[in-house]
């Protein structure tokens, strides 16, 4: 018969050629990764007959792999299974299987076709248990460190506080309280004014964790830290090679951080008039423009400002735009100070000592009644953190159970207690002030001296006639 390059027969050889050569070298790819890979894997017939097995495999049983080919695996691997699956069909996956005093980890599966079993493939996944315990120690270690910064992220970037963490009953609070739940629900912008240390953070934490935001994340930016050069890199981050000292992968800023959930300017009084415009534009338009970036990138942020200094008088002033201020003015949560709610002062006192309690781990009992009416009656000019201050110090000065009139600062006792300098002014005054600082310094010596008032004169660096002359002073004892 002769065969013409361009009959059929001449086409179906060639096709069937290149066919067996694909499967030739498609054969020797799968011999060559069944020999170099890292586990051990044996392959054997329906009756047990080993007809593969890679180098692995040999050296874990101390062989040679032309001593394996060729027998039934029972001959050759103590306590094998592979003969059973062949008979079972049924695949054995991580089973503990002891060759020559060691327990190791395999798996076991058939190889099924026309739903007869023609092969079963072997494979070590452990060649000593210990290697496993050591894998999943290695695990649970990851797996803890990752749990931890995750917690540390959600912490740095999550509300801590809620409405109930703001402590009172007074109607001035109540009212503002009831405004910030109502407010919380929706995605308008909150301006939060008040004094410094009446509890503006709080009510951004507590406005973001009852608003439909609470899941996303809480970003808290102190405008009054920020140096007036970093504001734009801080607050909409830039593109790599934006300027020099640039990080290379450019960074996300404080809008960008963000996104999907609340950010929190404090001291927004303190925002120069040129960030002031772009800070508009994002209440606009409700987009950033990184540092060095092309276009612009679309956010979804609310904004809740705070400012302890009066922004009406600073846009009066030229110092804070007016249609800037507008648009934070939706809605103003004005906070109360303390001395205008004078009867939340005995739960707050409480209510810090615990915490105060559980933060230091010296227990207290409470304070003395003529401590709490002096700490009712003073004015507050620091508020709930001055309280909480004056409370703190007490608590590591104490020698007894509760707070004492001797716990508290001297000039506190004459300023909230009626004496001569009871008035609010006279409390706020230079004078007040420097007796007060003077007093504590003095009390501090006499109390790290156990009493001795010569070695209390030598630490503070003035005679011991001028000591007991302030001590007479301000009458301590």
């Known amino acids: ?44 017939d329906a009756r047990g007959i080993i007809l593969k097995v890679n180098e692995a495999y040999a050296r874990f049983l101390e062989t040679t792999i032309d001593k394996l080919v060729g027998r039934h695996v029972t001959d050759v691997i103590e306590n094998t299974r592979m003969h059973l699956v062949a008979k079972s069909g049924v695949a054995e996956i991580a089973q503990l299987q002891k060759i020559k ?37 290695n695990f649970k270690k990851l797996k803890t460190e990752l749990e931890f910064y995750k917690s540390e992220l959600s912490k740095h970037l999550s509300a801590k506080y809620s409405f109930n963490h703001i402590v009172g009953i007074s109607k001035e609070l109540e009212w503002v309280k009831d405004l910030g739940r109502k ?57 790599e090679g934006a300027f ?101 002062i005995p739960l707050l006192i409480q209510f810090h000592l615990r915490q105060l309690e559980r933060e230091t781990g010296i227990p207290v009992e409470g304070v003395d009644p003529d401590v709490a009416g002096i700490l009712k009656q ?24 509760t707070i004492s009139r001797n716990d508290i600062p001297g000039a506190l006792v004459k300023c909230g207690g009626g004496g001569i300098m009871s008035a609010p002014e006279a409390c706020r005054s230079l004078k007040f002030i420097t007796r007060m600082a003077e007093e504590e310094a003095i009390r501090t010596a006499i109390r790290e001296e156990k009493g001795d008032k010569q070695a209390a004169a030598v630490r503070l660096g003035i005679s011991k006639s001028s000591l007991y002359a302030k001590v007479g002073q301000y009458d301590l004892k």
């Open 1 to 44: 018969m002769i065969i013409h390059k361009s009959g059929w027969v001449h086409t179906l050889l060639h096709s069937l050629s290149k066919r067996a050569e694909r499967a030739e070298k498609d054969c020797l790819m799968l011999e060559d990764a069944l020999g170099h890979a890292y586990e051990g894997l044996l392959i054997t």
């Open 101 to 137: 005093g060691h327990e190791m980890i395999c798996s076991r599966i058939p190889i099924i076709e026309e739903g007869k079993v023609v092969a079963v493939v072997g494979k070590i996944m452990f060649q000593n248990i210990e290697d496993l315990f050591t894998f999943t120690e």
């Open 183 to 239: 407010v919380a629900m929706s995605t308008t912008t909150v301006l939060l004014k008040g004094e410094s240390g009446t509890g503006k953070e709080l009510f951004a934490h507590a406005i973001h964790n009852e608003s439909n935001r609470r899941l996303g994340p809480f970003i808290k930016v102190n405008c009054a830290a920020i140096p007036e050069t970093l504001f734009e890199s801080e607050l909409f981050g830039y593109r």
């Open 378 to 401: 003073h004015d507050w000019p620091g508020n709930v953190r001055e309280l909480r201050n004056v409370l703190e110090q007490a608590l590591y000065v104490k020698v007894g159970p």
């Open 244 to 344: 020099t000292g640039a990080q290379k992968k450019g960074k996300k800023g404080k809008f960008a951080l963000a996104d999907k959930g609340t950010i929190f300017l404090d001291e927004i009084s303190e925002l120069p008039l040129t960030m002031q415009v772009k800070l508009l534009r994002v209440l606009q338009e409700k987009e950033i423009e990184p540092v060095g970036a092309e276009a612009s990138e679309a956010v979804d942020v609310r904004i809740i400002a705070a400012s302890n200094r009066d922004l009406e008088t600073l846009v009066k002033n030229g110092m804070f735009r007016h249609d800037l201020y507008y648009r934070l003015n939706v809605v103003m949560l004005e906070i109360p100070p303390l001395r205008s709610r004078r009867d939340d």
